[in-house]
């Protein structure tokens, strides 16, 4: 793509209500456009960053056997007044009436839908265990949207929901959810967090958050840095070993603000170990046996023909909260860089043009059109403004690999470099193979 | 994927609203299932096949220089009373009001907001030609909503909006994107025939529909079957050969039966191309200049700094309609078969098994684990259940080709068709080979 035909409207001048710095960095590279209070548009660098979280987002729901598929946006009140929860949720639900005067609502979250989906269809218990989710766009009408899309109104989904005979099945339907959560959020290079937390309107008894560690993060934690020290890849996806893992992790301590108490920090860590800093949740796993299938009468025959309710789970990740997470983890000193798995481009290509003199740009365009042809997701700056502008707007565009195209370029050697590593000169046929190690 | 395992509920007795046969296979086979009246969930195999249809149309917006963003579903109502849609839209239009009373709409179409982001970013003509899309859920609060997902409520769309500076430009816009219409639907297995259309609601002064045969359709169309003769893969994306194209097209006496003149039909058609059959719409394109960009203030300088209103149109194909669409024009008789492009399996193996003898059964496993290694997407019917019966079912699950181990299989020779052709005995390796040619 060249930079002068991609539309990334950059805004110099920052609303004022764009406190925090993902927030300011979506704006400045033309990510997103506000529509309305707490609702965007992603633009078309945005839209990629997304897309490329959801993918991956998939990618380990599948791995885990869950089956996708797609609710829509707008839900009948009957089955949230068959739950009981149509009128405990309050006013961050958006109700609708159609033209037919029908209540209906634009779904905050999706228990009671897929609840009614299951008890349609499945009546024994050989379909079970099941695990469905789905990537879809949700509305919850805060009070006071902000923080761009880290608290807007409108937000993009992955639920899923696991339905077990039995409780102790239900549990490795859970672990196997902490599982692939936790694969997730390190193929996106975040650093993450199971914490023990509060089940809140969903309900339930068993429920861990995801916290993913950013110093200007919306919750202070505190944890045992020792937590770190486990390593997902050494556990697998059966029974003993997920629960295996679980167990690992709950030996450290490690929790928001709200359930900090200091005396118990000082006696479960060591003083070296202790670690403060801030947070952002970035999923919600939740098991609440029979809260929703009970109310809804969603049962099967067990191998007795015995009628049971099913055993319930509900599993988020904020899909396009991580877009913002993911800045918010990662952008210092008007420096951002892309983790690899989810840059918009995989690779910018930096030539000094200025009008008097384009031999830079062909080179550029030369090795743009080699890139391509090898697959590889290149952008091509080909605006004529002088290097030291075109650096200050890359460090915020953030693309991990940059090929500069100035002076110290002789011939077909090129400066190649990772954003914030050492620059070294390579023909094109090394950069290709170097990009090639990471993408295609 | 096991059968047994695949969320697939089968709806034997078909409620009586289900009357065109897309809407009838589609619960049959488990694709959907009614969320509340003209609003569906997508199963995992409905899911499946819209995600591929999906697929095929990114791609070839892709292809002609189009950029992919997402605008939000809830749109402000602001937006639609600058252009003067507000108020003409009537009910079909679901307007909703949030907790603060601030008037919002689910979006019908996109025009306003594009306007909208292109206004505020947009100051020169050096960003132009563009074109834009999003596939995102619109709504439109048919009074009726019926025959399933062909004409619902919220649906699943594409919609691209072009900028440009001049008319000429425009129309070049035009003509890229009808080009782009003709090859998607040709990838997706479809005879498409673009016909000049009113262009009602959206306004403008220059329109075609597609409209895909199909003996069921719910208009009906008359044409010169010579528009088949016309190759698009003869025609290449430049100015000069995509108005050719368009030329070409436009010799050809094909309408719908509102434009139907009888005499007209004759004087122009020989008798023996007449083709009278029915359609279903599944893309409608639009230009229509400044109707959107006038009333928004929407204008770039042009090269001599002169403020000109930009020229737009805007293009859509209905995804989640294609899926029904495609049914109705593949569908016969009790008998699918998807087209390769979109079938929700590549292949699928069907062992006859009885209680006492599972050894096809574990023939079968062996294949199916062979196939997957392979990447081929493969389902596996490891349901107990007779041979007659299985083949019945997979008449109408439609996947393009099967594999039969029954009597006729001996060791490692399979009983291998395409589900409308002759079978043939292959062995394991053969059978990938073949399945490779299509797949992968």
Redesign the interface.
Known sequence: MLL????I?ITKDLPAEAKIKSHQLMLRT?MI?Q???G??????LG??V?KKIEKIVREEQNNIGA??????????ADIWKESGRYDDYG??M?R?S???K?E?L?GPTNEE?IT??FR???KSY??LP?I?YHIQ?K?R?E?RPRFGVMRC??FYMKDAYSFDLTENEAVHSYNKMFYAYLKTFQRLGLKSIPMKAETGPIGGDLSHEFIILADTGESKIFADKKIFDIKVEEFKNNESSLKKMRENFSKYYAVTDDKFKKDEFDKNVKKSDQLQTKGIEVGHIFYFGDKYSKPMNCSVDNKDGKKTFVKMGSYGIGVSRLVAAIIEAKYNNEKMKWPISVSPFDVVIIPSINKNDNSNLKKATKLYLELKKNNIDVLLDDIDENLANKFKKHDLLGIPFQIIIGSKSQDDEFEFKEIDGKSKMLNSNNITKELKKYFV
């Not at 609702?39 to 078309?44: A, H, Q």
């Not at 089956?67 to 707008?74: A, D």
């Open positions: 002068s035909k991609l539309f409207p033309g456009r529509s309305s209070a609702i965007y548009s992603w633009l078309p839209f990629k997304m089956q996708e598929m797609l609710m829509p946006t707008i839900q009948p006013e961050e958006l609708i159609d033209r037919q029908r209906m634009y839908q009614e989906i349609s269809s499945v050989k379909l099941q469905f766009w509305f009408d009070l109104r409108e």
